[in-house]
T-cell receptor, first 113, second 117 residues
Framework: DTGVSQDPRHKITKRGQNVTFRCDPI?????LYWYRQTLGQGPEFLTY????????KSRLLSDRFSAERPKGSFSTLEIQRTEQGDSAMYLC???????????FGDGTRLSIL | AQKVTQAQTEISVVEKEDVTLDCVYE???????LFWYKQPPSGELVFLIR??????QNEISGRYSWNFQKSTSSFNFTITASQVVDSAVYFC??????????????FGKGTKLSVKP
C-alpha cells in the first residue's frame, strides 16, 4: 500500500496562467476526492469521482476548474486563468467506497504571484 | 445543512498533561459517520478514527480516547499524557451515509494543539 501521491508538492505561478495537478490514489480505491484548504481553515470539498465518472461538484468549483480521471486511476485537476484567490493547498483523497475512511495525499500548495 | 464546529482554535499544554479537543456537529440525518484527522506541520492529513452514528460506545486507542454523545451532538477527543509529537492541527469531520450521499467529508476549522516540553 503506497498511499496517495500528489504532484507537484509546490507550484508557484503568475496570475492568469494555467496549472495542472496530478493525484495517484491507492490502487484499489474506487473513490477519489479533491479538497481545497486555505490557511487556518479545514479542507473544503471540491469534487469526487467514482471510478472514471465525476459524480459531484461543489459550488466552489468555478468554470475555471476542471477535473478528470480518464481511466479510473490517476486524476488531474486543472485551473485555468489563475487568480489570487486560488492560492491554497489542494488535497486529494481516496477511499474504497462511500463509508470507508478517506486517505489523503501530502497535497499541492499553489501560490499565485 | 451539515456543519462541524471546533470552538477551540488553539490549545497549549505542557507535556504529560491530558487535553480534550471538542467537536460539535449538526445534521438532520440519522445515519452519518464522524472522523478525526491529524495534520502535523508536514501537512498530510492522517486518519485517526471513524465512528458510525449508531455506535455510541467510547473508544480507546493507546493514549487516545473518543467520547461520542448523540444527545449533545458531540464527538470529543482526549489525549492522555500528551507528548511533543502530538503537536498538530486536529480536525473533526462529518460525512453522511445515505444512498445518494457523496461521502465527502465536512470538516471543522481545526484545533491547533501545541505540546511544550
Amino acid at each position: 500500500d503506497t498511499g496517495v501521491s500528489q504532484d507537484p508538492r509546490h507550484k508557484i505561478t503568475k496570475r492568469g496562467q494555467n496549472v495542472t495537478f496530478r493525484c495517484d490514489p491507492i490502487s484499489e480505491h474506487n473513490r477519489l476526492y479533491w479538497y481545497r484548504q486555505t490557511l487556518g481553515q479545514g479542507p473544503e470539498f471540491l469534487t469526487y469521482f467514482q471510478n472514471e465518472a465525476q459524480l459531484e461538484k461543489s459550488r466552489l468549483l468555478s468554470d475555471r476548474f476542471s477535473a478528470e480521471r480518464p481511466k479510473g486511476s490517476f486524476s488531474t485537476l486543472e485551473i485555468q486563468r489563475t487568480e489570487q484567490g486560488d492560492s491554497a493547498m489542494y488535497l486529494c483523497a481516496s477511499s474504497l467506497d462511500r463509508v470507508q475512511p478517506q486517505h489523503f495525499g501530502d497535497g499541492t500548495r499553489l501560490s499565485i504571484l | 445543512a451539515q456543519k462541524v464546529t471546533q470552538a477551540q482554535t488553539e490549545i497549549s499544554v505542557v507535556e504529560k498533561e491530558d487535553v480534550t479537543l471538542d467537536c460539535v456537529y449538526e445534521t438532520r440525518d440519522t445515519t452519518y459517520y464522524l472522523f478525526w484527522y491529524k495534520q502535523p506541520p508536514s501537512g498530510e492529513l492522517v486518519f485517526l478514527i471513524r465512528r458510525n452514528s449508531f455506535d455510541e460506545q467510547n473508544e480507546i486507542s493507546g493514549r487516545y480516547s473518543w467520547n461520542f454523545q448523540k444527545s449533545t451532538s458531540s464527538f470529543n477527543f482526549t489525549i492522555t499524557a500528551s507528548q511533543v509529537v502530538d503537536s498538530a492541527v486536529y480536525f473533526c469531520a462529518l460525512s453522511l451515509n445515505y444512498g445518494g450521499s457523496q461521502g465527502n467529508l465536512i470538516f471543522g476549522k481545526g484545533t491547533k494543539l501545541s505540546v511544550k516540553p
